[in-house]
């Protein structure tokens, strides 16, 4: 069982939404959340990040997401989550999200990321969203 369990992803057609969950076995309060992503035959990237509620860290979205993604967070249910509208096809990949004990940057959401470099506590086994007609 991973401390961190991501859910929502499925197939849907370009311009459909999802929405995706990341919940963590533990609190959030000290921990970013960062949302990730692989597409087949590619390096993993960042697509959203939430920095730490007892920070003043940046949120971060992936340019190609913004206006199209939003991340938020339930403190109470330990859980964030990645609202996605707007699909294309190149959204298409394994999402993972990842506690980090860092804010949001572009140092630690830009490819190359590397799943066991010293920022990034836990990850998630990932789910898998497809965007296709």
């Known amino acids: 069982q991973s401390q961190l369990v991501e859910s929502g992803g499925g197939l849907v057609q370009p311009g459909g939404s999802l929405r995706l969950s990341c919940v963590a076995s533990?609190?959030?309060?000290?921990?970013?959340i960062g949302w990730f992503r692989q597409a087949p035959g590619e390096e993993r990237e960042g697509v959203s990040c939430?920095?730490?509620?007892?920070?003043?860290?940046?949120?971060y979205y992936k340019e190609s997401v913004k206006g199209r993604f939003t991340i938020s967070r339930d403190m109470d249910k330990n859980t964030v989550y990645l609202q996605m509208n707007s699909l294309k096809p190149e959204d298409t990949g394994v999402y993972y999200c990842?506690?980090?004990?860092?804010?949001?940057?572009?140092?630690?959401?830009?490819?190359?990321?590397?799943?066991?470099?010293?920022?990034?506590?836990?990850w998630g086994p990932g789910t898998q969203v497809t965007v296709s007609s």
């Open positions: 939430i920095s730490a509620k007892t920070s003043t860290g940046p949120t």
């Open positions: 533990f609190a959030l309060d000290y921990y970013s």
């Open positions: 990842a506690a980090l004990r860092v804010t949001c940057g572009d140092g630690i959401m830009t490819p190359p990321i590397s799943p066991y470099r010293y920022e990034y506590d836990y």
